[in-house]
């Protein structure tokens, strides 16, 4: 499967009747398997993708020049904010920071940016503070929790500061990430990442560029051209589970995708669900919708060509994101069997009432002795209408002698009064 690179398998023009080898700089190289199809009634195949580029220039429409020209903005950038980040993936020294414990963290700041609620752009910011700080500095596996959770408060500062979202209370944070930190130690790291990866000088410029931001250029410039309908229809067909720019924050957070450029990471992983939707509707014998899925390939290796992406780089940075993406299919489909733990402090633990010498179970009720005893008590009272009446008369009697007794209190009571005063 591959857009740009050596074919192994079905790859997107497949589903439109074309295979064979895709590169960078020959498309035309593709073999026909469809006879009957609109394509096999074109002798000369350069022909008709010399036809589809000149309609890919023909769509260069004023709309599109904004993004094209903070694509090749982002280009020029790209290189100051690679990770390059190598982690092993396990040691016997305790206090070396391995790729689980990278990944660990990772998701943890994903975890935060969906309990505040923050977006995307925190996390991916926060994700190449982090990656680039361990890069460039010699951290210890204890301090990882600290690092990460100051990388995410320094990319909310930087975020908000260029009105993207609200600002987060540092005690708030130090208490929910729970990375047993207090404000002060969160405060004192952040100035140290922003001193490393000086901060200061780049933000005047904007935040870093991200696999966000080309997936966000990318996407844009498929919109904004004549195919941008049937884009977004071939979008929605191969979507299976997260939509893309989910997708796109479970590849970043996975360590084996961190050595990639991020305008890679962004085109693999639109041509992979672009891949997957053309398989999904490409079956369909319709001739115009062949060749309208054919532009849809020219068009992302023209893509590849303005990105200056080669097809080794893409070819393995789309082995990384399906073994990723595989990955976390797999997990999902999994029964989630980790049990819920509480941490509790010492002054919490102390005030909580032991709970071992209480009974498991409580006695049985028995009804039908109480139903039992409840009639036998009517039994025994019912007496005759005679009896009855002379009871009640008792009652009655004795309930006047009461009232009397206590009026005659009350007078004593009054006359010991008046006696007293005077």
Not at 120 to 129: G, K, P, R, T
Not at 175 to 192: F, H, N, P, Y
Not at 236 to 245: E, K, R, T, V
Not at 247 to 269: G, H, M, N, Q, Y
């Amino acid at each position: 499967m591959c857009l740009i690179g050596e074919v192994r398998g079905p790859c997107l023009a497949h589903s439109c009747g074309v295979t064979g080898v895709v590169t960078e700089g020959d498309i035309s190289r593709m073999d026909l398997v469809q006879p009957d199809s609109y394509l096999a009634q074109t002798q000369d195949f350069t022909q008709l993708v010399e036809s589809l580029n000149i309609t890919m220039e023909q769509n260069l429409s004023d709309a599109m020049l904004p993004a094209l020209k903070q694509l090749e903005e982002a280009i020029a950038m790209e290189d100051t904010f690679v990770t390059n980040l190598e982690l092993p993936s396990s040691g016997n020294d305790k206090n070396l920071i391995t790729d689980g414990i990278r990944d660990g963290s990772a998701h943890v700041l994903r975890c935060l940016k969906v309990w505040y609620d923050l977006p995307s752009d925190v996390l991916f910011v926060a994700i190449n503070y982090m990656d680039r700080f361990l890069s460039k500095m010699k951290v210890q596996a204890r301090h990882m929790a600290c690092v990460s959770v100051s990388s995410f408060s320094l990319a909310v500062q930087q975020v908000a500061l260029h009105g993207g979202c609200p600002e987060t209370d540092l005690k708030d944070l130090a208490l929910i990430s729970q990375s047993k930190c207090t404000s002060g130690d969160l405060q004192r790291m952040e100035s140290i990442i922003a001193l490393k990866l000086d901060v200061n000088r780049v933000s005047a410029c904007g935040l870093p560029t991200t696999p966000l931001s080309f997936l966000r250029l990318y996407h844009s410039l498929f919109i904004s051209s004549e195919l941008g309908v049937l884009f977004q229809k071939t979008l929605s067909a191969g979507a299976q589970g997260p939509d893309i720019w989910q997708r796109l924050e479970i590849v970043v957070c996975d360590s084996k995708c961190s050595t990639f450029r991020p305008s890679v990471i962004a085109l693999v992983l639109l041509c992979s669900q672009l891949q997957a939707g053309v398989e999904a509707i490409g079956s369909q014998d319709d001739p115009a919708l062949c060749a309208q899925l054919v532009q849809l390939i020219s068009f992302a290796v023209c893509l590849q060509k303005i990105s200056q992406i080669s097809a080794a780089s893409f070819s393995i940075c789309l082995e990384a994101v399906n073994d990723v993406m595989t990955k976390y299919n797999a997990q999902s489909q999994m029964p989630h069997r980790q049990r819920l733990v509480w941490k509790l402090s010492h002054r919490t633990r102390r005030l909580l009432r032991p709970i071992d010498r209480l009974a498991a179970q409580l006695p049985t009720i028995e009804e039908h002795k109480q139903f039992a005893v409840s009639e036998s008590r009517q039994r025994s009272g019912s007496v005759s209408s005679e009896e009855s009446s002379e009871s009640e008369k008792e009652e009655s009697c004795n309930q006047k002698e009461g009232a009397h007794m206590l009026q005659d209190g009350v007078e004593d009571m009054r006359w010991f009064k008046i006696k007293s005063y005077q």
